[in-house]
Structure formats: structure tokens, C-alpha cells
């Protein structure tokens, strides 16, 4: 099956820094990735849209400059979390869409813990 | 635009079966499942197209029917590895890029 890869696990930093998370996919190219965030017991909240060569799309209500994403290749995307504060604490999932026919499934990685202090 | 999902969470013991239900108010165009377990990433189960059921997954199946824009997963003789949460994911007719929205998950539990 198709594997994304998501580093770092798990992250601790001080209010005020900022966090990259990578996001790969290993064994296919995927042209479109998907940044999501969990709160605990909740579900999937899409963050925004990231698709190669060109800007993200963000959903309503995320700041954009808070959360910048590159899509840089056919196999990486990346979300940097700018001047992090308490609040951005969170469970942060990608996702990578790979494309079979007219079906778009969605793989994900494993997920980052961001701990902001 | 948040799809429904019921219930919230069930109780299983090994063998039984159980339902869950996703139903959205925006017409579809394909339906995902995933289970999540706690601390992990969510994992696909399967996908449903127009009028596709499909068998897949341990024994774990699923339906769709387009008209309602609802979907059900079936799991069937339940083993203790099927304890997680259940999410279903929406892709809405038209929209670009596969984006999905997901219903707040059933929670399942399998006892032995």
C-alpha cells in the first residue's frame, strides 16, 4: 500500500519559535497533499490544501501566515508553524492523495504532537 | 458541510456485529472510511464511487447509496482489532483535489 512519511513525530518548543513538519510520500507522487489538525476525541479539521508547484489553498479561518505550506516536489510538502504559541498545540496529520482512475484516496502519516510552552 | 456520523460510539463483544452510519446534506461523489487508533494516524479502509458496495478490509464491508448521500459500514463478527474510531470522510461533487470532509467519528469498542 501506499506509505507517507510524516517527521517529526513529536516536537517541544518554546512560545514564540517556529516548527517545520515534513510530509512525504514515499512509493508514489502525489500532486496534492492535505494538512489537517486534531484536537483530542475530535475529528479531522482540513487546515488547507497543498498542491505541487504552486499556492496552498487554506480553509476558512486559518491564518495563512501562521501556517505556511511549500509544496515543493511531487513527494514533499511542508508545514512551518510561525512563532508558535500554546494554543497551536496540537495533533498536526498530512495526508497525500494518490490518484487511481476516478478514485482519490487519501493516505496519511503518522501524525506530529506539537507542545508548544 | 460536516458530515453525520452515528452512532457516537459502540460496544462490542468479539463476534457481534455493528453498523455505522454517515450521511451528508451536499450531494456526493465518493464516500472513505478510515479507523483510527489512539495516538496513530487514521488508516483507509476503503472508498465507495456511485453506487458501489464494497467488500474489503477483515471482514469489514460498506454501502452507498448516492440518492440519500448516506453511507453505512458493516462490521461482521468483530475481532478485538477492530476497536478504534471510525471516521467517514465526504468528497462533495464538483469540488477539485479530492479535498474530504470528515464526520466526528464512532468510537468502537470490542471486548473479549
Known amino acids: 500500500g501506499a506509505v507517507v512519511s510524516q517527521h517529526p513525530s513529536r516536537v517541544i518548543c518554546k512560545s514564540g519559535t517556529s516548527v517545520k513538519i515534513e510530509c512525504r510520500s514515499l512509493d508514489f507522487q502525489a500532486t496534492t497533499m492535505f494538512w489537517y489538525r486534531q484536537f483530542p476525541k475530535q475529528s479531522l479539521m482540513l487546515m488547507a490544501t497543498s498542491n505541487e508547484g504552486s499556492k496552498a489553498t487554506y480553509e476558512q479561518g486559518v491564518e495563512k501566515d501562521k501556517f505556511l505550506i511549500n509544496h515543493a516536489s511531487l513527494t514533499l510538502s511542508t508545514l512551518t508553524v510561525t512563532s508558535a504559541h500554546p494554543e497551536d498545540s496540537s495533533f498536526y496529520i498530512c495526508s497525500a492523495r494518490e490518484a487511481r482512475g476516478a478514485k482519490n484516496i487519501q493516505y496519511f502519516g503518522a501524525g506530529t504532537r506539537l507542545s508548544v510552552l | 458541510q460536516q458530515p453525520v456520523q452515528s452512532p457516537q460510539a459502540v460496544i462490542l463483544r468479539e463476534g457481534e456485529d455493528a453498523v455505522i452510519n454517515c450521511s451528508s446534506s451536499?450531494?456526493?461523489?465518493?464516500v472513505h472510511w478510515y479507523r483510527q487508533k489512539h495516538g496513530e494516524a487514521p488508516v483507509f479502509l476503503m472508498i465507495l464511487l456511485k453506487g458501489g458496495e464494497q467488500k474489503g478490509h477483515e471482514k469489514i464491508s460498506a454501502s452507498f447509496n448516492e440518492k440519500k448521500q448516506q453511507s453505512s459500514l458493516y462490521l461482521t463478527a468483530s475481532q478485538l482489532s477492530y476497536s478504534g474510531t471510525y471516521f467517514c470522510?465526504?468528497?462533495?461533487?464538483?469540488?477539485?483535489?479530492?479535498?474530504?470532509?470528515f464526520g466526528a467519528g464512532t468510537q468502537v469498542v470490542v471486548t473479549p
Open positions: 451536499k450531494a456526493l461523489y465518493s
Open positions: 470522510g465526504t468528497e462533495i461533487l464538483g469540488n477539485s483535489w479530492g479535498k474530504l470532509q
